[in-house]
């Protein structure tokens, strides 16, 4: 389990130090654990997410895996709800982050999912409850659990379009 999203991060770390970047390879595994409950034990993510950081002062980027963690047990898990999605929010709220981005194929929220019914319009900006809404009836780009770290932690979330970087996406915030 969970052999792709290291053996892709690997490579991506690989290939941006390549390119002269400074990047940093934080494994999933050595920060990211669940409960018995299989509930996020966010003071072990913090404490251990914190480790990791410290130890690379001088670096621009970081890269981790999404979705995957370890349980109560150590033993190789997954997070469920919201995958990756779940991660960055979680990740975001452990470093007191200033904004969380998610990167996806549509260009932010919209009032319906664009992937099934045509003439959609994307929402510019929208609270936490709206964008729960939004995903509860069918805008199915962001599992509305997956921002409840984000939302108590008063972070804002972004989602834009990795295939379109230059457009505005969605900004989620608490008001």
Known sequence: MAQGELISTGMMHLYLQEQGMKSALLPALDFMRINADGEPDMS???EHLGKLLSRFPDTDIFITQGFICRNAYGETDNLQRGGSDYS?????????ASEIQI???IDGMHNNDPRVVNHTAPV???NFEEAAKLAYFGAKILHPFCIRPAKESNIPVRLLNSLQPDAPGTLMTVS
């Open 124 to 126: 510019r900006q929208l």
């Open 44 to 46: 072990y993510i913090q």
């Open 88 to 96: 960055a929010s979680l990740i975001g709220a452990a470093i007191h």
């Open 103 to 105: 990167w996806t194929d």
